[in-house]
């Protein structure tokens, strides 16, 4: 099982740095939008692809977000997703968005306990749903009024499996 115990105060750390940050800062306009974003993750003892489809507001140094993630191992050995609400601190540049933001979700993940000698899943597989901590932290950059691309780092801390990846995220929406 992945030990990802360092992951809860890194975002800590992000949290205090972003809003501090955002205390600075003049509050740009309400922002609201959806994302959707590609990249790479890690569960268990195995990395694969990741996803994230959510949507999101912004409102001075307030973040709120409801999104779906998920990853799974090649081969689809071990896969994990989580539907969450978040709550964060978000700072802002003139086209940019920095954020850092923790929250509760339901986690639904597969996992396989033993493989045989050919690194075949030899046992059946286990499968649980259980409440999650979800962390996220990004930032983005808006070249116009309504789209923007960005960088995310999300994880969830969980009872069963952890998880954790890093994505390119779309986003689409009033950005700023």
Do not use: K
Not at 99 to 112: E, K, L, P
């Amino acid at each position: 099982m992945m030990r990802i115990g360092f992951v809860p105060a890194a975002f800590a750390c992000a949290l205090l740095v972003v809003g501090s940050a955002a205390a600075q800062e003049a509050a740009p306009r309400p922002a609201t939008w959806v994302y959707g974003g590609l990249g790479v993750g890690v569960i268990g003892e195995f990395g694969g692809p990741a996803l994230v489809l959510g949507v999101a507001h912004s409102q001075g140094p307030h973040y709120f977000t409801a999104r779906l993630t998920g990853t799974g191992g090649f081969y689809q050995v071990d896969a994990s997703s989580d539907l969450g609400v978040l709550y964060g601190r978000a700072g802002h540049g003139r086209r940019s968005r920095y954020y850092a933001a923790a929250g509760v979700a339901v986690v639904d993940g597969t996992r396989c306990d033993g493989f045989d000698f050919l690194g075949v899943c030899s046992v059946d597989r286990v499968s649980s749903t259980v409440v999650g901590l979800p962390l996220a932290a990004g930032i983005s950059w808006s070249p116009a009024t309504s789209f923007g691309l960005g960088l995310q780092a999300f994880a969830n801390v969980n009872s069963f499996q952890s998880f954790a990846g890093a994505l390119v995220v779309l986003e689409l929406g009033r950005l700023r």
